[in-house]
C-alpha cells in the first residue's frame, strides 16, 4: 500500500525512496544507457509483433548492433594500422 511501482503500477517499489520496482528500474537503466529516440525506433520496430516474431526480430536487432561494432572496431585497426605504415614511410 503506497509502495506500488509508478511504471507498471503492479509491483511493490524497490525500497521506500525508489519510484520503481526491480523490474521496471532494470529496464530504466537499460534504456538510459541509448538515446531516448533510438530506445523508441527499436521498440516500435519489435514489440510490434507475436512472441515469434518478436524473438527472430530480437536476434536480427543483436546481430545488427554486433556486426556495427565489429565492422567500427575493423574501421578503427585500419586507420591505426595506416597511421603506422605511414609513420614508417616518413621514418
Ligand atoms: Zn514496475
Request: aromatic share 8%; net charge positive; proline share 1%.
Amino acid at each position: 500500500m503506497g509502495r506500488i511501482c509508478y511504471f507498471c503500477e503492479e509491483k511493490d517499489r524497490v525500497s521506500y525512496f525508489s519510484y520503481f520496482c526491480d523490474e521496471c528500474a532494470t529496464l530504466r537503466r537499460l534504456l538510459l544507457i541509448n538515446s531516448p529516440k533510438k530506445c523508441i525506433d527499436i521498440l516500435r520496430r519489435t514489440l510490434t509483433r507475436d512472441d515469434q516474431q518478436l524473438d527472430f526480430k530480437v536476434q536480427q536487432e543483436i546481430k545488427s548492433i554486433l556486426c556495427k561494432d565489429i565492422r567500427q572496431k575493423k574501421n578503427k585497426d585500419n586507420e591505426d594500422s595506416s597511421y603506422l605504415t605511414r609513420s614508417k614511410n616518413k621514418i
